[in-house]
T-cell receptor
Framework: QKEVEQNSGPLSVPEGAIASLNCTYSDRVSQSFFWYRQYSGKSPELIMSIYSNGDKEDGRFTAQLNKASQYVSLLIRDSQPSDSATYLCAVNEYSSASKIIFGSGTRLSIRP | DGGITQSPKYLFRKEGQNVTLSCEQNLNHDAMYWYRQDPGQGLRLIYYSQIVNDFQKGDIAEGYSVSREKKESFPLTVTSAQKNPTAFYLC??????????????FGPGTRLTVL
């Protein structure tokens, strides 16, 4: 059974600081990696996708992928109270076309 | 506006009743998905469809059924065989590519409660 692991949190970060969210996955040949943000009671919203080793930046968000270590992370710079949400890591299941496995999410709280 | 719509937003089911959740997309996406989310947990795949008139079971298909008669629509029926259906149901869609797994975009969800 392929797995995606995240620390459930809550992770508490002061406003303006960098929030670092981490995710590990078990399928060594996974190729597609995604970060979703989910506010309480709402559906997930795609923030970032990353397919190659290294960093990918989009505004205040940076996704980092290390396939050798089977590790993907999301950095949020200049954290704002509106960033308080649950962040879901998702990884494709290589053996099964179109399937994505979701982690259970990390709850992030930005304190003013 | 392009997007994914789900209806109803809230649904209440009596014991022994079948109910159908609607999902429609106008993004011209080939693939559509149904997930279930329980409180404090991640998403679990129920069914998915890559093309019209074809669909595959996900990890928790028992007690559910789907159809894909049109590209735009992928309704989910929660049957009386599903013993614990109270959950948040999410529909998603994506471009279907055999090379990479494409980004999935979600509808607003349907919250189902068994009375």
């Amino acid at each position: 059974q392929k797995e995606v692991e995240q620390n459930s949190g809550p992770l508490s970060v002061p406003e303006g600081a960098i929030a670092s969210l981490n995710c590990t996955y078990s399928d060594r040949v996974s190729q597609s990696f995604f970060w979703y943000r989910q506010y309480s009671g709402k559906s997930p919203e795609l923030i970032m996708s990353i397919y190659s080793n290294g960093d990918k930046e989009d505004g205040r968000f940076t996704a980092q992928l290390n396939k050798a270590s089977q590790y993907v992370s999301l950095l949020i710079r200049d954290s704002q109270p509106s960033d308080s949400a649950t962040y879901l890591c998702a990884v494709n299941e290589y053996s099964s076309a179109s399937k994505i496995i979701f982690g259970s999410g990390t709850r992030l709280s930005i304190r003013p | 506006d392009g997007g994914i719509t789900q209806s109803p937003k809230y649904l209440f089911r009596k014991e022994g009743q079948n109910v159908t959740l609607s999902c429609e997309q106008n993004l011209n996406h080939d693939a559509m998905y149904w997930y279930r989310q329980d409180p404090g947990q991640g998403l679990r795949l129920i069914y998915y469809s890559q093309i019209v008139n074809d669909f595959q079971k996900g990890d928790i298909a028992e007690g559910y059924s789907v159809s894909r008669e049109k590209k735009e629509s992928f309704p989910l029926t929660v049957t009386s065989a599903q013993k614990n259906p109270t959950a948040f149901y999410l529909c998603a869609s994506s471009i279907y590519s055999q090379v990479l797994i494409d980004e999935q975009f979600f509808g607003p969800g349907t919250r189902l409660t068994v009375l």
